[in-house]
């Protein structure tokens, strides 16, 4: 029988996942809590073989109770659980220690599953995060090809754009007409298939996904 510890803010949240964990033989919750606090203190008396540990905790962060656990008692395996579906927080939290990684969309099923296998030694990504991830690997190609494409100096009108310059002040600083900084921003956004400046700016300070 796996030893759970469930550490999330929301009551409701606890006892309907002390439910449904007690009524599968192959589980048990040891004990559950509202903060991060309480999550530490209960780690060391209980010794729970796995912890459901939610990313949004107070008085600091899931992600900072998991790596003071891991410190005090690396034996717990531990599954961060939020609202969050960024591939980013995913990867933090496994940076961090620990083992797994569901998002609150997760089933009953795939929740059990990531028990399971992370109380056997394995790592366990969700689903959802899964299809993010496989999805950000498809579009790399394409967004590392429209990047390359850019010219020196449309590059230097994309980090002008950044810093909020007016297509005026574009035109004073690098000493070229209104017009040609009209007809490059034109260009930059056809070739990044963006709609908008506000697009753009987005796009360039995300693009360190991609490259």
Request: charged fraction near 25%; aromatic fraction near 4%; proline fraction near 2%.
């Amino acid at each position: 029988m796996i030893s759970i510890l469930i550490a999330d803010d929301h009551k409701l949240i606890r006892e309907t996942w002390t439910y449904i964990l007690n009524n599968d033989v192959r589980f048990k919750v040891v004990a559950s809590c509202e903060n991060a606090e309480d999550a530490i203190k209960l780690t060391r008396q209980k010794h729970p073989d796995v912890i459901l540990m939610d990313i949004n905790m107070t008085p600091f962060s899931g992600m900072e109770a998991t790596r003071r656990i891991r410190e005090v008692w690396p034996q717990s395996r531990i599954i961060g659980v939020t609202m969050h579906s960024q591939p980013s927080y995913a990867r933090k939290m496994l940076q961090i220690g620990a083992s797994g990684y569901v998002t609150k969309n997760s089933s009953r099923e795939e929740m059990m599953e990531a028990i399971v296998k992370v109380h056997e030694g394995n790592k366990y990504i969700c689903s959802e995060i899964k299809d993010i991830m496989s999805d950000q690997a498809e579009r790399k190609p394409m967004a590392l090809a429209a990047i390359n494409s850019v010219t020196e100096r449309e590059m230097e009108i994309i980090n002008l754009i950044k810093k909020g310059h007016s297509s005026k002040e574009i035109s004073n600083a690098l000493q070229i007409s209104l017009k040609t900084v009209e007809v490059h921003r034109h260009n930059i956004l056809k070739k990044l298939k963006l709609k908008n400046s506000a697009s753009l700016v987005n796009f360039m300070n995300t693009r360190s996904t991609y490259i």
